[in-house]
């Protein structure tokens, strides 16, 4: 699981970085990773999903 989140951790890395994405679909993201969050899912999904969350909203500020 630690190496699908590092991947992840890299792609969001790099899409933000290099604007493959705009503020929209970054937003847009957000809320489909709060889906991620909800209380039905295992707690490691939840920590990533909001991890990431948080990782987008730094970078839309």
Known sequence: MDDVLDLLDALLDGVTRLKLISADEARA?????????????????????????????????
């Open 29 to 61: 993201l957000m809320v489909l990773l709060g889906v991620l969050e909800d209380d039905a899912q295992p707690e490691e999904i939840r920590r990533a999903a909001g991890d990431m969350r948080y990782r987008i909203s730094t970078r839309l500020a």
